[in-house]
């Protein structure tokens, strides 16, 4: 079973400029989640889509950031204009979903993130 | 105060021997408690989740107290390749979003 994918795996900008990352969730998983992960801390959520709708976003910096998952399987994360302080690796992960029922159902699969620097 | 807390270690103990983590967390409403590995540079994985009853794994314990908002993980003979770092994850309610520790830094030496 193919993992979660994410591209670009490491990206370089300069404060200001603007990012997008990319997200293919496992096949048949209705949850998505996108996570940022600062150096030294645990992965902190940033936003939950449920096939396409979102279930919540309450700690996205929504004046820079945004997400978005049209078709209920791909996603994308943008941040324009980035700080300094984005710098971090942003994880996206996936699960079967809410309705599956039963803890193992729910369990989070983690792709390999994308390590981004702001310079 | 964090929601999820955990000791940053770093532990640094020799193959063979048994290590023990904690964590304690903020809402009694919390629902469902895991611990999580994330080796260097890499993604996390779910190592196991943590029941009210204690539950095992091969070389791995969990423990729960919810009197205490309390959970532990005890690794028994430890291998080179559990060096990691062990993140505290605790699921608030039914949506599944997940509140993770900062992690507690592992070292097993030869």
């Known amino acids: 079973e193919a993992g979660v994918a994410q591209s670009p795996r490491y990206k370089i900008i300069e404060k200001r400029q603007s990012v997008a990352f990319w997200c293919n969730p496992i096949?048949?998983?209705?949850?998505l989640y996108w996570y940022q992960q600062i150096l030294g801390q645990g992965p902190k959520l940033l936003i939950q889509?449920?096939?396409?709708?979102?279930?919540?976003d309450s700690q996205l910096p929504k004046d820079r950031f945004s997400a978005e998952r049209l078709k209920g399987v791909d996603s994308t994360l943008k941040i324009q204009p980035a700080k300094l302080e984005d710098s971090a690796v942003y994880l996206c992960?996936?699960?079967?979903?809410?309705?599956?029922?039963?803890?193992?159902?729910?369990?989070?699969?983690f792709g390999p993130g994308t390590r981004l620097t702001v310079l | 105060r964090k929601e999820v807390e955990q000791d940053p270690g770093p532990f640094n103990v020799p193959e063979g021997a048994t290590v023990a983590f904690n964590c304690t967390y903020s809402?009694?409403?919390?629902?469902?408690f895991f611990w999580y590995r994330q080796d260097c540079r890499k993604e996390p994985k779910l190592l196991m989740s943590?029941?009210?009853s204690g539950n095992e794994d091969g070389r791995f314990t969990a423990q729960l107290n919810r009197a205490s908002q309390y959970i532990s993980l005890l690794i028994r003979d430890s291998k080179l390749s559990d060096s990691a770092t062990y993140l505290c994850?605790?699921?608030?309610?039914?949506?599944?979003?997940?509140?993770f520790g900062s992690g507690t830094r592992l070292l097993v030496r030869p």
């Open positions: 096949s048949g998983h209705a949850t």
């Open positions: 992960a996936s699960s079967y979903g809410l309705r599956a029922g039963g803890r193992r159902y729910n369990e989070q699969f």
């Open positions: 809402n009694s409403a919390s629902q469902s």
């Open positions: 889509f449920q096939n396409n709708g979102v279930v919540d």
């Open positions: 943590v029941y009210s």
């Open positions: 994850v605790v699921n608030l309610d039914s949506s599944y979003k997940l509140i």
